[in-house]
């Protein structure tokens, strides 16, 4: 059955079409959970972030929790296509191929999350697809809605309400221990998006540099291109509005930082209690989450501040050392980081494109 796509909501905006997805293919990809972030800038003082795009890092983002997809017969790929007819001489043209991601950000853009959703009333009618990393959810109501002709306002996972964060940092949160990540959509609380998109994008600006003036200055045409950029996961677009956004005037005074931080849930009432699931968590999806003033340079003002010294001076007892992991890591777009990493050149490379950086302790 057609369905709308909610990538365009805007008419300026090219449609897409959604190629088939394999399940099986997803299943079988290595994780990327465990491969560390590399530098891509070099070693020594002033190194950049570590994020790199070394071949094992760039594989490792092509399996488990979100690479895009391999390339396969009949979905637009050029790698299957013959260069001479074997009947005849005669050279067939390919066409060029599709152009690789060159740097951090374009990589983290590029990345695909594939998904199997059934609603309640249609548990043997699954909708499968794949979005990318840095969408959400409420983006694919209007498809569902009509692919299942019934009003769709919510998403679960496991019987927890899932909420509006971009949906690479729900599968960091709840990690789904297969993929495609099996979800259920229903009835519920309706946000809008843009709202929740924007409201989240003016707070970091104001985090970034003491007010909103940056972002509240831009024209509706800039705030309009912003919002359609991430609609339509178009990195391009997306670069030309934030650059303004993350080059003030002004030095910048913190970095947006939010820290996912697992937590028991309060214990059910008798009867709500259920038996443990085979592999399961009592504890899947249960996290706290400390925001607070990062500055991006130490206490001394003349060096850059460290991912491992931020986190040692917030939570020393789960960080007791600024250099190495001991009782806990972060994950930051399912892999983690290196303690090294400055803060400023993480947010710049790294950041959701609401502007916040988000990380996911996970204990050791």
Same mark, same amino acid.
Request: with cysteine; hydrophobic share 30%; proline share 12%.
């Given at each position: 059955?057609?369905?709308?796509?909610?990538? =365009?909501?805007?008419?300026?905006?090219?449609?897409?079409?959604?190629?088939?997805?394999?399940?099986?293919?997803?299943?079988?990809?290595?994780?990327?959970?465990?491969?560390?972030?590399?530098?891509?800038?070099?070693? &020594? @003082?002033?190194?950049?972030?570590?994020?790199?795009? !070394?071949?094992?890092?760039? %594989?490792?983002?092509? &399996?488990? @929790?979100?690479?895009?997809?391999?390339?396969? !017969?009949?979905?637009? =790929?050029?790698?299957?296509?013959?260069?001479?007819?074997?009947?005849?001489?005669?050279?067939?043209? !390919?066409?060029?191929?599709?152009?690789?991601?060159?740097?951090?950000?374009?990589?983290?853009? %590029?990345?695909?999350?594939?998904?199997?959703?059934?609603?309640?009333?249609?548990?043997?009618?699954?909708?499968?697809?794949?979005?990318?990393?840095?969408?959400?959810?409420?983006?694919?109501?209007?498809?569902?809605?009509?692919?299942?002709?019934?009003?769709?306002?919510?998403?679960?996972?496991?019987?927890?309400?899932?909420?509006?964060?971009?949906? &690479?940092?729900? $599968?960091? +949160?709840?990690?789904?221990?297969?993929?495609?990540?099996?979800?259920? $959509?229903?009835?519920?609380?309706?946000?809008?998006?843009?709202?929740?998109?924007?409201?989240?994008?003016?707070?970091?600006?104001?985090?970034?540099?003491?007010?909103?003036?940056?972002?509240? &200055?831009?024209?509706?045409?800039?705030?309009?291109?912003?919002?359609?950029?991430? *609609?339509?996961?178009?990195?391009?677009?997306?670069?030309? $509005?934030?650059?303004?956004?993350?080059?003030?005037?002004?030095?910048?005074?913190?970095?947006?930082?939010?820290?996912?931080?697992?937590?028991?849930?309060?214990?059910?009432?008798?009867?709500?209690? *259920?038996?443990?699931?085979?592999?399961? %968590? %009592?504890?899947?999806? !249960?996290?706290?989450?400390?925001?607070?003033?990062?500055?991006?340079?130490?206490?001394?003002?003349?060096?850059?501040?460290?991912?491992? *010294?931020?986190?040692?001076?917030?939570?020393?007892? +789960?960080?007791?050392?600024?250099?190495?992991? $001991?009782?806990?890591?972060?994950?930051?777009?399912? @892999?983690?980081?290196?303690?090294? @990493?400055?803060?400023?050149?993480?947010?710049?490379?790294?950041?959701?494109?609401?502007?916040?950086?988000?990380?996911?302790?996970?204990?050791?």
């Amino acid at each position: 059955m057609a369905s709308p796509n909610p990538y =365009s909501y805007s008419p300026q905006l090219p449609q897409r079409e959604e190629s088939p997805y394999q399940e099986d293919q997803y299943q079988s990809s290595p994780s990327f959970r465990s491969t560390p972030f590399r530098s891509s800038r070099g070693t &020594g @003082a002033g190194a950049g972030i570590g994020l790199g795009l !070394s071949s094992g890092f760039i %594989s490792s983002l092509r &399996g488990g @929790a979100g690479g895009p997809a391999e390339p396969r !017969s009949g979905d637009g =790929s050029h790698d299957d296509l013959p260069q001479r007819s074997s009947s005849s001489s005669t050279v067939i043209p !390919s066409l060029p191929p599709k152009p690789k991601p060159t740097s951090i950000p374009e990589t983290l853009w %590029s990345l695909q999350i594939p998904l199997h959703i059934t609603h309640q009333s249609h548990p043997k009618t699954p909708y499968i697809c794949s979005v990318p990393r840095f969408s959400y959810l409420a983006l694919l109501l209007p498809r569902l809605t009509a692919y299942y002709g019934t009003p769709c306002s919510s998403f679960h996972h496991e019987e927890v309400h899932l909420r509006n964060f971009a949906v &690479g940092l729900l $599968v960091d +949160l709840y990690q789904p221990s297969e993929l495609p990540w099996r979800l259920t $959509v229903a009835d519920g609380m309706e946000w809008d998006i843009c709202d929740t998109f924007m409201n989240s994008a003016k707070e970091a600006d104001f985090i970034r540099n003491g007010n909103a003036k940056r972002i509240m &200055g831009l024209s509706k045409e800039h705030t309009t291109a912003l919002w359609n950029a991430v *609609q339509d996961n178009d990195y391009q677009a997306f670069t030309k $509005v934030n650059t303004h956004l993350l080059n003030a005037p002004i030095a910048l005074k913190n970095v947006p930082i939010r820290i996912y931080i697992p937590s028991s849930p309060p214990p059910p009432s008798p009867d709500q209690q *259920q038996p443990q699931r085979p592999g399961g %968590s %009592s504890s899947s999806g !249960s996290y706290r989450v400390m925001q607070t003033l990062v500055p991006p340079r130490g206490s001394n003002n003349r060096t850059p501040q460290t991912l491992g *010294q931020a986190l040692k001076s917030l939570l020393p007892a +789960l960080f007791p050392s600024s250099r190495d992991p $001991v009782l806990a890591n972060v994950i930051l777009h399912g @892999a983690p980081v290196p303690f090294s @990493a400055p803060l400023e050149e993480l947010m710049r490379d790294a950041a959701y494109p609401d502007g916040w950086l988000c990380l996911i302790v996970v204990l050791l």
